[in-house]
């Protein structure tokens, strides 16, 4: 699988973003889908994931704010992030994995490239 983010980009806080990950090569559908984020000098934190059944799961500071759906007619995930925080701020990446996400980054088969998220105050 080979996974395409993009959406990111400098917002000021309170403000919103939308991120995409388009994946090609396998069958998307049977993959759980997820957003890792690593913020300057910490480690990557995953943030919210979707199972191939389509159950989403957050990280606490993301729930009621970010949203994470998949279309798998376009091979692609979503993450609509609201109400963006500066310590949101950070570079985004998506995973994929058979049927979910695992929160320990390197148990993941597919990483793609990172979006960086800037929210300024």
């Known amino acids: 699988v080979q996974l395409q983010a993009s959406g990111g980009g400098l917002v000021q806080a309170g403000g919103f973003l939308r991120l995409s990950c388009t994946a090609s090569?396998?069958?998307?559908?049977?993959?759980?889908m997820g957003w890792f984020r690593q913020a300057p000098g910490k480690q990557h934190e995953l943030v919210a994931g979707?199972?191939?059944?389509?159950?989403?799961h957050y990280v606490d500071s993301a729930k009621g704010r970010f949203t994470i759906s998949r279309d798998n007619a376009k091979n692609t995930v979503y993450l609509q992030m609201n109400r963006l925080k500066p310590e949101d701020t950070a570079v985004y990446y998506c995973?994929?994995?058979?049927?979910?996400?695992?929160?320990?980054?390197?148990?993941?088969?597919?990483w793609g490239q990172g979006t960086l998220v800037t929210v300024s105050r």
């Open positions: 090569g396998r069958t998307f559908s049977n993959y759980g």
């Open positions: 979707i199972t191939n059944g389509g159950s989403s």
């Open positions: 995973a994929a994995n058979k049927i979910v996400v695992a929160t320990i980054p390197n148990l993941n088969e597919y």
